[in-house]
């Protein structure tokens, strides 16, 4: 028990402990050397169990002029105008910050309310970015928690953190620092949330080392210099591969928005992101930099998908050893999907302005998949082998100018407080990966993900397709003519009557002159997996319906020769598009139930889709392209569009019997033993499916001449 503590402290209950200037607290501060009026609070919290929490009152300004020391279970505390800061000319070492742990192992430790002013401006005899103090700097704890608090004006790290675990970093803001915001070496279980960063010198948050992490929520930006936006470092052999990034806006950064690399003795130790859903404009502003763009990624496999990157300078996410030399080994894959890449520009050291890049093609490779590029200076693939699934046009922004990114649509975009129509609708909208989830996006949502940053999020713009379009029901399939599956679907646009219409799915795709468009049917609600042409013209969103029917179609006046195994139709687009005017090599893929396949006795390679066209079924070039536990799959070149029927043809079994031979005395003396042969008899029309047998039939008498020849031979043989 502190000797020395004033006489009010025993009329404040637990388990707070005021600090204050104007003689009102606990421990009462001059403005001069509080840091002992400070200290002494913090240790006796430390050594009271029943007092948890030091509070400093404000409005004052508590000057220090030596470390504030907080020990295990305890809370420093202040009012939003009480600021703890730096004596000027303070002289300390390299290595020491303005607030530190009271021992190594030390748990459970906030801080949180108030402002800590490094004073940079009183001193300006050191070099910022040198480790000269930090504001927190806490090594060897669990369980910290920073919150609330204004950090400001120094030539270090806002929250430094070495060998610590369960840190959180949350609702702070920091500005003009002289290094990093939060700087987690070597940690694990690290949360930094809805900050408000503007760098100087280097970055908003920078992970070195250090596994399990989420960053969400903050927004990032620099003053005319400082470093990257998210900076997220591998040296040697940690495994970092739980590590994610996402709905963080960050703008204007020196250098990019989120910079991820490896360095140093490298092991090919895992190393995986996620980084999705950000909004990352106008970064990589130091011309005179590499470390530029708006993802740059080196050493590390990433998913980068439904970010919006717009206006980078150099690439719009760009795999490249921009700082250190590329680690050993190979197979780096960044999949990138889902994403919107526009406006990049160039830098004189930086790049072209392309929209992806990858200046490591020896070792480093991407995967494409749904993303929107336009008006990239440099064009939108520099040694990058381009996806058919991407799109080129403009995204329809909102309003570019204001950043608001939302995407416009006949059906209503988000403006922050309530929904607006367009007169326009996004190529963006229901134009995603087709087995990317949708669910939080809201109805009607096209069933299908957006691309960009609001993609399946309950802020992601309305899709123009009606409910009634999309997919109703499931489908497992059972004897033909069975009721059993789903409900029905409405018939749309299709001239099939919605009586024939037992489920229905709806896909959407953006069509491009000279690029792949293919239409996939993620739901399975019917037999169709996919169908693909190559575009002749464009005429942007286009949508597909597949229909699978109860019955052969109302459009179609017979049935095929060879038994059904399902009745479908396909409408692609408006009438008349789905011709050879406008597509070229149309394929379909297509799955039949292998338990069909077995109860019917179906002869596998039979198997075929039929197309009915000018009043006749005419069988499609189809070939088997792989199977599962459950299904085979097909796929059909097709000239058009119209009812289809996949139909296949009954295995002929084939019956075995023995008839007997033409009579020949010789060859029955040669063999002394009966002769037969088989014949094979196939089943009848009816379909007769009988198991083939073997039936012995021989010549009446046959056994008695046989036993007359026998013994003649034997009379013989004696009389000689």
């Known amino acids: 028990m502190l000797t020395h503590i004033p006489v009010v402290l025993c009329m404040t209950p637990p388990p ?73 000319n303070a002289g300390w070492s390299s290595t020491k910050p303005l607030i530190k742990e009271r021992s190594s192992n030390s748990m459970d430790i906030t801080i949180c309310g108030f402002t800590i002013d490094g004073n940079r401006e009183g001193n300006t005899n050191v070099r910022s970015g040198s480790g000269y103090y930090n504001l927190i700097h806490l090594s060897d704890c669990q369980n910290i928690s920073v919150y609330n608090m204004y950090l400001t004006n120094n030539h270090g790290d806002g929250l430094k953190t070495d060998n610590c675990s369960k ?202 998949q749904n993303n929107l590029f336009y008006n990239n200076a440099g064009g939108d693939y520099t040694d990058v082998q381009a996806s058919p699934s991407d799109i080129v046009a403009d995204p329809q922004y909102a309003d570019r100018n204001k950043h608001d990114y939302h995407l416009k649509s006949k059906a209503g975009h988000w403006d922050g407080s309530s929904w607006v129509n367009d007169n326009i609708s996004s190529p963006c909208i229901d134009a995603g990966y087709s087995l990317s989830d949708y669910s939080k996006e809201p109805h009607p949502n ?76 993620p739901k399975n609600a019917t037999c169709v997996v996919y169908l693909g042409f190559e575009a002749k013209k464009t005429v942007g969103k286009t949508t597909t319906i597949v229909e699978m029917l109860k019955n052969k179609s109302t459009l179609v006046s017979d049935l095929p020769p060879e038994e059904v195994y399902e009745f479908f139709n396909l409408w692609v687009g408006k009438g008349g598009y789905g011709t050879s005017n406008n597509i070229e090599n149309p394929v379909v893929c297509f799955r039949v139930e292998k338990s069909w396949i077995q109860d019917r006795k179906i002869n596998q390679s039979s198997i075929t889709l039929n197309r009915y066209n000018d009043t006749t079924w005419n069988p499609l070039s189809t070939s088997l392209s792989g199977e599962d536990d459950t299904y085979l799959y097909f796929v059909a070149r097709t000239p058009g569009f119209s009812p289809f029927a996949i139909t296949g043809t009954a295995t002929e079994i084939e019956i075995l019997t023995e008839v007997p031979p033409k009579s020949d005395t010789q060859g029955a003396e040669q063999n002394n033993e009966s002769i037969g042969y088989e014949v094979e008899k196939k089943p009848e029309q009816t379909g007769n499916t009988g198991i083939p047998r073997k039936e012995s039939v021989s010549v009446p008498g046959f056994e008695i001449i046989s036993c007359i020849v026998g013994l003649l031979g034997i009379f013989l043989y004696k009389v000689r």
């Open 446 to 521: 096209g069933n299908r993900i957006n691309i960009g940053p609001y993609g399946n999020t309950e802020r992601a713009s309305k899709s123009e397709l009606d409910e009634s379009n999309s997919s109703s029901g499931s489908s497992s399939h059972d004897s033909r003519g069975s009721s059993s599956r789903g409900s029905s679907g409405g018939s749309g646009s299709s001239p099939e009557p919605a009586s024939n219409v037992e489920v229905k799915e709806v896909s959407q795709v953006f069509i491009t002159n000279d690029k792949n468009a293919k239409f996939d049917f």
């Open 167 to 368: 840190v959180e970093f949350y609702n702070n803001e920091a500005y003009s620092l002289g290094h990093d915001a939060l700087y987690a070496s070597i940690c694990s279980n690290v949360e930094a949330y809805n900050n408000k960063i503007s760098c100087r010198t280097n970055s908003g948050l920078r992970i070195y080392n250090t596994n399990h992490v989420n960053a969400f929520g903050n927004v990032i930006t620099s003053e005319g210099s400082g470093g990257a936006g998210i900076e997220i470092q591998k040296d040697g052999t940690p495994i970092m591969d739980d590590i994610e990034v996402y709905n963080n806006t960050i703008y204007e950064t020196a250098l990019a928005g989120i910079w991820i690399f490896s360095q140093g003795s490298y092991s090919e130790s895992p190393s995986n992101i996620h980084i999705h859903h950000n909004q990352i404009y106008n970064t990589g502003t130091d011309s005179s930099s590499e470390v530029i763009g708006g993802i740059l990624s080196d050493g590390f496999n990433a998913t980068i998908e439904n970010n919006m990157i717009d206006g980078a300078y150099g690439a719009g996410i760009v795999q490249n050893d921009a700082y250190f030399s590329d680690p050993p080994g190979s197979g780096y894959l960044v999949t990138v999907r889902n994403n919107i890449i526009t406006n990049t520009r160039t830098s004189e050291a930086g790049g072209n302005g392309s929209g992806i890049c990858n200046l490591l093609t020896d070792t480093h490779a991407f995967a494409l």
């Open 16 to 88: 707070v402990v005021y600090v204050a200037g104007d003689g009102s607290g606990d421990f009462n501060c001059s403005g001069t050397n509080d840091h002992i009026q400070i200290n002494q609070a913090l240790e006796f919290v430390t050594e009271n169990q029943n007092y948890t929490t030091v509070y400093l009152k404000g409005p004052f300004t508590y000057v220090i002029d030596d470390t504030l020391l907080i020990g295990s279970n305890t809370t420093l505390e202040g009012d939003s105008n009480a600021t703890v800061k730096l004596v000027r």
